[in-house]
């Protein structure tokens, strides 16, 4: 299978993450841990000092190539935005005047670390809660625009995927033909759904319950704007939406209860939330393609690219050309 170029992160030591904290005034006590992360590498990191009341701090070391530094700084900015307002969203430190430091070929930031767990999406007031503070979020991603950070769309999510994917063999030769009909055909679909004249915000953009930590006392905080994009505010919404059809529209009516508390939604685009859906399946697998050649994607999707892993996307395509021809969740 063709690859991006090799990462370096079989260089990250655990000496090379200390120096890089030692760095930027960071002395860590030699206790680190790594965290659930593929794109980019996250270490918790104990430190000899508490730093403005921390004991620990999370150092992020951003995957080489993915963002700019302009890009990643704006990303930054708008964190610092969401805490300025109020919005419980975890924003990196500010230490030695930025947010951004290199060190040994590397870029990365460093964040409090938060406390919390995965909330619990059959609770009603719990999604009520989640939804008052996504509108809050949103109230500041309509503030204004991002400038260099990409917008989420048809051919960032599909058509360059979709290209990348057949012109380095990626596919499985048995399926490669039903996947690319099905492909075009969920294209189709997607292209006329997008073209709808919706407001396009900045937004969290991978609001999946993994990104939500929940504390009893305090309700939700956002984490990981890594995938921060210009989208329509129902992107932040679809993806703690699951199981069949009247529990997703339960969970959709519990969100909105809380989001228009706070902020307008335009219901116009709950004819989006299946369409988006299809884009992150056919981004997912370009994505795992394009990472091979980082040894932890062998290890955590050992499935990926097989002939019944690529079967599995034709029968997943197929629901979702079903899906998106259905009338959309309403409330």
């Given at each position: 299978?063709?690859?991006?170029?090799?990462?370096?992160?079989?260089?990250?030591?655990?000496?090379?993450?200390?120096?890089?904290?030692?760095?930027?005034?960071?002395?860590?006590?030699?206790?680190?841990?790594?965290?659930?992360?593929?794109?980019?590498?996250?270490?918790?990191?104990?430190?000899?000092?508490?730093?403005?009341?921390?004991?620990?701090?999370?150092?992020?070391?951003?995957?080489?190539?993915?963002?700019?530094?302009?890009?990643?700084?704006?990303?930054?900015?708008?964190?610092?935005?969401?805490?300025?307002?109020?919005?419980?969203?975890?924003?990196?430190?500010?230490?030695?005047?930025?947010?951004?430091?290199?060190?040994?070929?590397?870029?990365?930031?460093?964040?409090?670390?938060?406390?919390?767990?995965?909330?619990?999406?059959?609770?009603?007031?719990?999604?009520?809660?989640?939804?008052?503070?996504?509108?809050?979020?949103?109230?500041?991603?309509?503030?204004?625009?991002?400038?260099?950070?990409?917008?989420?769309?048809?051919?960032?999510?599909?058509?360059?995927?979709?290209?990348?994917?057949?012109?380095?063999?990626?596919?499985?030769?048995?399926?490669?033909?039903?996947?690319?009909?099905?492909?075009?055909?969920?294209?189709?679909i997607i292209r006329s759904a997008m073209s709808a004249?919706?407001?396009?915000?900045?937004?969290?953009?991978?609001?999946?319950?993994?990104?939500?930590?929940?504390?009893?006392?305090?309700?939700?905080?956002?984490?990981?704007?890594?995938?921060?994009?210009?989208?329509?505010?129902?992107?932040?919404?679809?993806?703690?939406?699951?199981?069949?059809?009247?529990?997703?529209?339960?969970?959709?009516?519990?969100?909105?209860?809380?989001?228009?508390?706070?902020?307008?939604?335009?219901?116009?685009?709950?004819?989006?939330?299946?369409?988006?859906?299809?884009?992150?399946?056919?981004?997912?697998?370009?994505?795992?393609?394009?990472?091979?050649?980082?040894?932890?994607?062998?290890?955590?999707?050992?499935?990926?690219?097989?002939?019944?892993?690529?079967?599995?996307?034709?029968?997943?395509?197929?629901?979702?050309?079903?899906?998106?021809?259905?009338?959309?969740?309403?409330?």
């Amino acid at each position: 299978m063709s690859t991006d170029s090799r990462h370096p992160y079989e260089d990250l030591t655990p000496d090379r993450v200390l120096d890089a904290l030692q760095s930027v005034g960071l002395r860590g006590d030699g206790r680190l841990m790594a965290l659930g992360s593929y794109e980019n590498r996250v270490y918790e990191v104990q430190l000899e000092d508490a730093f403005e009341g921390h004991p620990s701090v999370i150092a992020k070391f951003y995957r080489p190539g993915r963002w700019s530094d302009a890009q990643i700084v704006e990303e930054h900015a708008f964190a610092a935005e969401l805490a300025a307002a109020e919005v419980p969203a975890v924003a990196p430190l500010a230490l030695q005047e930025s947010t951004l430091h290199h060190h040994g070929g590397f870029a990365f930031s460093v964040s409090p670390r938060r406390g919390g767990r995965t909330p619990d999406l059959d609770d009603g007031e719990a999604l009520e809660w989640i939804g008052r503070f996504l509108a809050r979020l949103h109230q500041v991603g309509a503030a204004r625009p991002f400038a260099v950070r990409p917008a989420l769309d048809l051919q960032t999510f599909a058509l360059e995927p979709r290209d990348w994917l057949r012109t380095h063999g990626a596919i499985a030769l048995d399926a490669q033909g039903e996947w690319e009909r099905r492909c075009d055909e969920a294209i189709g679909i997607i292209r006329s759904a997008m073209s709808a004249d919706c407001a396009r915000i900045r937004t969290h953009g991978d609001c999946h319950p993994g990104n939500i930590l929940w504390t009893p006392d305090a309700g939700p905080h956002f984490v990981d704007l890594d995938d921060a994009r210009t989208a329509p505010a129902v992107q932040d919404l679809w993806m703690l939406l699951s199981g069949e059809r009247p529990e997703r529209q339960r969970q959709l009516a519990a969100l909105l209860d809380g989001y228009e508390q706070m902020r307008d939604f335009d219901r116009r685009e709950l004819a989006l939330i299946e369409p988006l859906r299809t884009l992150r399946l056919i981004h997912y697998s370009a994505w795992l393609a394009r990472r091979w050649s980082d040894p932890a994607f062998a290890r955590a999707f050992p499935w990926f690219g097989t002939p019944d892993y690529w079967r599995a996307q034709v029968h997943m395509l197929e629901e979702q050309l079903e899906a998106m021809q259905e009338p959309p969740l309403a409330v």
